[in-house]
């Protein structure tokens, strides 16, 4: 079990760029693959990016693709989500995972930080 929080969501413009920040507590950081997902009023669960535990390999969903990066820090305990170019559709409440030895856009994640909200005006 790894206790998530996350922070760095607000309200930004279209266009605008913003960066998530997932701070994780553990002594076992790097054997956990990390995951961002999103949700908006109304919709399902998105998955959004996603970085292994090992290798740094990294998934996007083709939504995002070009716009948001994912990236970690292993010394800080630190997982982020860079999002330029920021739409209107991309508003949701943006969560951080983890799963140990595990990732990806269907890993069944164990670990969920509570959320920060991001708000993109047109």
């Known amino acids: 079990q790894v206790t998530l929080v996350e922070s760095g969501g607000g309200l930004v413009q279209a266009g605008e760029s913003l960066r998530l920040s997932c701070a994780a507590s553990t002594h076992s950081f790097s054997t956990y693959g990390m995951g961002w997902f999103r949700q908006a009023p109304g919709k399902e669960r998105e998955f959004v990016a996603a970085?292994?535990?090992?290798?740094?390999?990294?998934l996007y969903a083709d939504s995002v693709k070009g716009r948001f990066t994912i990236s970690r820090d292993n010394a800080k305990n630190m997982v982020y989500l860079q999002m330029n170019s920021l739409k209107p559709d991309d508003t949701a409440v943006y969560y951080c995972a983890a799963r140990k030895y595990g990732w990806g856009r269907t890993a069944s994640y164990e670990s969920w930080g509570q959320g920060t909200q991001v708000t993109v005006s047109s």
């Open positions: 970085i292994s535990w090992s290798s740094g390999n990294t």
